[in-house]
Structure formats: C-alpha cells, structure tokens
C-alpha cells in the first residue's frame, strides 16, 4: 500500500505551527498512525512524538450554469496533526 503525504500550508497551519510546533498534512484515508509517523520522520528527518488524525467530510457543492442547476461534492479526505520534539521544525520551504 502507498501512501501519500502532502503538507499543509495555510495561515491557520501556520499559525498552529508556530505555537505549538505542530504540523499539519493531508494523508492517504486507508493511512494509520504508526505509517503517518514514520513516514513524515523518514522525509523529514525529525522525531515525531504525537500524531493526530481527522476525517474531512465531503462538503455538498451546487453552482448555476446556462444548462441549469449543477450538484456535486468534494471529496473526502483525512488530515493529519503532527507533533514533533520540542526544538525540532520542519522546513517546507527548503527545496523550492
């Protein structure tokens, strides 16, 4: 099974971030979080010490177009909190 990892960057995530030195990602559903955490400790090089996981719902979404009305919705997805030692940061910036 592959799983996918993508950060986070919002104001929001950053913020949380900054002041709790927590990281946010979004994640592959079927993922875990002992996969989650050694993962993110294998790209990233850091030491995970807490891992929190969410489930997004799927959001209903309706639009006007010339042929009528348009219903459809997102797609669901799973977020992941991580929490790494204190000291330690990611750098998401670093290869750009």
């Given at each position: ?14 913020k ?35 891992v929190?996981?969410?489930n997004v719902?799927?959001?209903?979404k ?22 790494v ?12």
């Amino acid at each position: 099974m592959e799983i996918s990892i993508t950060p986070i960057v919002t104001e929001k995530a950053n913020k949380i971030s900054e002041k709790y030195n927590r990281y946010t990602f979004r994640v592959s559903p079927e993922a875990n979080k002992y996969q989650i955490k050694a993962l993110v400790e294998e790209l990233y090089g850091v030491k995970v010490t807490r891992v929190n996981t969410m489930n997004v719902r799927a959001k209903n979404k309706s639009r006007w177009t010339k042929s009528g009305l348009l219903r459809g919705n997102t797609a669901a997805w799973k977020k992941a909190l991580v929490t790494v030692a204190e000291g330690q940061s990611i750098d998401f910036y670093s290869n750009i």
